[in-house]
C-alpha cells in the first residue's frame, strides 16, 4: 500500500507553492483596491497580511504559556493500590 496523496513529498512542495502564491496574490491584490483607513495603521500597505502573521504568532506564544500554567505531571492522577 502506497502513501497517502498528502504525506507525499511532491504534494507537500506543490501545496507550499499554492498557498505561497495566493497569500502573494491577496497581498498584490492592494495595489488595485482602494479602501478607507477607519484608523491610522490600517491604512498601511499589506496591513492585513502583517496584522494577521502577528496576531497568529501571537496566540501561539500565549496557547504555549497556558499549557505551562495547566500542565500537570504524568502521575497527576498517582498509582492506584486497589
Known amino acids: 500500500m502506497g502513501q497517502h496523496w498528502l504525506t507525499r513529498p511532491s504534494?507537500?512542495?506543490n501545496l507550499w507553492r499554492?498557498?505561497?502564491?495566493?497569500?502573494?496574490?491577496?497581498?498584490?491584490?492592494?495595489f488595485f483596491?482602494?479602501?478607507?483607513?477607519?484608523?491610522?495603521i490600517d491604512?498601511?500597505?499589506?496591513?492585513n497580511a502583517w496584522?494577521?502573521?502577528?496576531?497568529c504568532a501571537a496566540m501561539i506564544v500565549i496557547a504555549k504559556l497556558i499549557?505551562?500554567?495547566?500542565?500537570r505531571p504524568?502521575?497527576?492522577y498517582g498509582e492506584r493500590d486497589d
Open 51 to 55: 496584522y494577521g502573521f502577528v496576531v
Open 33 to 40: 483596491t482602494d479602501h478607507e483607513a477607519y484608523f491610522g
Open 11 to 13: 504534494t507537500i512542495r
Open 18 to 30: 499554492i498557498f505561497i502564491a495566493v497569500l502573494v496574490a491577496t497581498v498584490a491584490a492592494e
Open 67 to 71: 499549557g505551562i500554567v495547566l500542565k
Open 74 to 76: 504524568d502521575t497527576y
Open 43 to 47: 491604512g498601511t500597505f499589506g496591513f
